[in-house]
């Protein structure tokens, strides 16, 4: 495990302390400064750089000192993902990590000892957090981050789309009373608002081309191609909106059906372009419900030779954010919205009923 380390010249004291007893647990302790004592050091970029590692994905979770823990815990909240809280006695850090995750421990320099700080960090590592009621406060908190981008707990990361034109067709999407017609025009919309954040790491390169008034570099994207795979058959629904904005894309296919009697997914169709090892694939599966069936579905582009995997959702609830990372940490995954839970028949809740009968006016 990895974690930031900041602190500004109030919270100082305690920096010995805290990597001192990191370390005693084999903690990889990253140093974000401050490293020596100066006034004029303000909480602000401590809190910064540590939040931003956290976010980036380069240290798990962080420790933060100034004078009460206070301001520097304000500023690092700033950074969509980061739960940071100031805690000055183990009981605290017991109840910020078991209610609210927190991802990030502030101690003041002025309000506790160095002898306090293993107490306090030992209780914040070692208890666990209860989920449940307390997940779906957290989940409500996340998406109304302003920034797209936030860490869920189990490590992987996902995209929450909270744009309001995004947010207004999810909500028609959602009406029982929206028609087929409705439904499958907003979906394919839907998913081309998307691509617009899904599309956001390809790499550019420069090309040199002439305007009407004179020859300049412009930006092109590079050499690398995209692959989207709908998972059948929801996911069809998905693939024109993708396709209006990037025509040249490979569409491969998945059929995927639930075995009754073990309720494993089980392969049944699986065709995908030939170079897939060389492609940016887009695994397309509108309800991330339990997550079994996106989750096979990964394994299997794996299997194929797929490597740089994101998957694109409508609505996703936790458990299936939580399946699918524990699976597979490393795929990026959007959703035009994060849900609740799921019902006991595996529904997402409020969700929108199965998008599979509702696209093809199957119900
Ligand atoms: C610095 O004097 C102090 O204000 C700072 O360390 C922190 O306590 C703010 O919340």
Same mark, same amino acid.
């Not at 009460?68 to 006695?89: F, H, L």
């Not at 998913?191 to 092109?220: C, F, H, Q, S, W």
């Not at 690398?224 to 040249?248: E, H, S, T, Y």
């Not at 694109?312 to 597979?328: T, Y």
């Given at each position: 495990?990895?974690?930031?380390?900041?602190?500004?010249?109030?919270?100082?004291?305690?920096?010995?302390?805290?990597?001192?007893?990191?370390?005693?647990?084999?903690?990889?302790?990253?140093?974000?400064?401050?490293y020596i004592v100066?006034?004029?050091d303000s909480y602000t970029d401590p809190a910064f750089r540590v939040a931003g590692a956290i976010a980036d994905g380069?240290?798990?979770?962080?420790?933060? $000192?100034?004078? *009460?823990?206070?301001?520097?815990?304000?500023a690092a909240n700033k950074i969509p993902g980061i739960r940071a809280v100031p805690c000055d006695t183990p009981e605290n850090a017991r109840i910020a990590k078991a209610h609210n995750n927190v991802n990030v421990i502030a101690l003041g320099g002025r309000t506790i000892k160095p002898s306090d700080v293993p107490e306090i960090l030992k209780t914040w590592l070692d208890t666990p957090f209860e989920g449940g009621r307390h997940l779906r406060r957290l989940n409500k908190i996340a998406m109304v981050e302003k920034s797209t981008l936030n860490v869920i707990q189990g490590g992987g990361r996902i995209t929450i789309f909270n744009?309001?034109?995004?947010?207004?067709?999810v909500g028609i999407?959602?009406?029982?009373?929206?028609s087929v017609k409705q439904f499958r025009e907003l979906l394919q919309e839907i998913t081309g608002l998307m691509v617009y954040e899904i599309t956001r790491? $390809?790499?550019? *390169?420069?090309?040199?081309?002439?305007?009407?008034?004179?020859?300049?570099?412009?930006?092109?994207?590079?050499?690398?191609?995209?692959?989207?795979?709908?998972?059948?058959?929801?996911?069809l629904g998905m693939v024109d909106g993708i396709l209006q904005l990037v025509p040249n894309a490979k569409v491969g296919h998945i059929g995927l059906y639930r075995d009754p009697a073990t309720l494993e997914p089980v392969e049944y169709y699986c065709k995908l372009p030939f170079d897939i090892e060389e492609r940016d694939i887009f695994i397309l599966d509108p309800m991330l419900a339990t997550g079994g069936s996106s989750a096979a579905a990964i394994s299997l582009v794996k299997k194929r030779g797929g490597r740089r995997i994101s998957l694109v959702c409508l609505i996703a609830a936790p458990e299936g954010i939580d399946k699918v990372h524990s699976e597979h940490p490393e795929v990026e995954i959007y959703s035009a919205a994060l849900d609740s839970h799921l019902n006991s028949h595996g529904y997402i809740v409020p969700g929108l009923g199965d998008a599979g009968d509702r696209l093809f006016g199957t119900k």
């Amino acid at each position: 495990m990895k974690i930031a380390l900041g602190t500004d010249h109030a919270g100082f004291i305690l920096k010995s302390a805290v990597v001192d007893y990191l370390t005693s647990r084999n903690i990889e302790v990253v140093d974000l400064g401050a490293y020596i004592v100066d006034e004029e050091d303000s909480y602000t970029d401590p809190a910064f750089r540590v939040a931003g590692a956290i976010a980036d994905g380069e240290a798990e979770a962080g420790v933060l $000192l100034c004078g *009460t823990g206070y301001g520097i815990s304000i500023a690092a909240n700033k950074i969509p993902g980061i739960r940071a809280v100031p805690c000055d006695t183990p009981e605290n850090a017991r109840i910020a990590k078991a209610h609210n995750n927190v991802n990030v421990i502030a101690l003041g320099g002025r309000t506790i000892k160095p002898s306090d700080v293993p107490e306090i960090l030992k209780t914040w590592l070692d208890t666990p957090f209860e989920g449940g009621r307390h997940l779906r406060r957290l989940n409500k908190i996340a998406m109304v981050e302003k920034s797209t981008l936030n860490v869920i707990q189990g490590g992987g990361r996902i995209t929450i789309f909270n744009h309001p034109l995004i947010q207004h067709k999810v909500g028609i999407i959602r009406d029982k009373n929206t028609s087929v017609k409705q439904f499958r025009e907003l979906l394919q919309e839907i998913t081309g608002l998307m691509v617009y954040e899904i599309t956001r790491n $390809l790499p550019l *390169t420069d090309k040199k081309v002439d305007t009407p008034i004179e020859a300049t570099t412009v930006k092109t994207i590079e050499g690398r191609k995209m692959a989207i795979v709908p998972v059948l058959r929801a996911g069809l629904g998905m693939v024109d909106g993708i396709l209006q904005l990037v025509p040249n894309a490979k569409v491969g296919h998945i059929g995927l059906y639930r075995d009754p009697a073990t309720l494993e997914p089980v392969e049944y169709y699986c065709k995908l372009p030939f170079d897939i090892e060389e492609r940016d694939i887009f695994i397309l599966d509108p309800m991330l419900a339990t997550g079994g069936s996106s989750a096979a579905a990964i394994s299997l582009v794996k299997k194929r030779g797929g490597r740089r995997i994101s998957l694109v959702c409508l609505i996703a609830a936790p458990e299936g954010i939580d399946k699918v990372h524990s699976e597979h940490p490393e795929v990026e995954i959007y959703s035009a919205a994060l849900d609740s839970h799921l019902n006991s028949h595996g529904y997402i809740v409020p969700g929108l009923g199965d998008a599979g009968d509702r696209l093809f006016g199957t119900k």
